[in-house]
């Protein structure tokens, strides 16, 4: 069983920073990519960067520049780093992992095989 747990959201102020952090528990086999999405009230739930095991990631086009995905697999920890956040940037934001190779992209939300409960990031001014 795989397990998720994200750390690190919060409020902020424009222009300020927040990393997150997600936590992934698993058993005997290893999901290969992990990705974070973020959902704001009322809209689908959008991806905003992957990253597979081998270490190469991808971006949605809004955040390219300003966030960064990184791993450490040592801690079986994923993160994102979000810099000069503005208030298109609140959301709640879920991790997830799939068995699937992402390669670069950000699969469909339903590709993912298994997801965090989720952290609020909240932006303002």
């Known amino acids: 069983q795989v397990q998720l747990v994200e750390s690190g959201g919060g409020s902020v102020q424009a222009g300020g920073s927040l990393r997150l952090s997600c936590v992934v528990s698993e058993g005997t086999y290893r999901t290969y990519c992990t990705a974070w999405f973020r959902q704001a009230p009322g809209k689908e739930r959008l991806g905003v960067a992957s990253?597979?095991?081998?270490?190469?990631?991808g971006y949605t086009d809004s955040v390219k520049g300003r966030f960064t995905i990184s791993q450490d697999n040592a801690k079986n920890t994923l993160y994102l780093q979000m810099n000069s956040l503005n208030s298109d940037d609140t959301a709640m934001y879920y991790c997830?992992?799939?068995?699937?190779?992402?390669?670069?992209?950000?699969?469909?939300?339903?590709?993912?095989?298994?997801w965090g409960q989720g952290t609020q990031v909240t932006v303002s001014g």
């Open positions: 990253i597979d095991r081998d270490g190469r990631s």
């Open positions: 997830a992992a799939t068995w699937r190779h992402c390669n670069g992209a950000i699969p469909h939300p339903r590709n993912f095989d298994y």
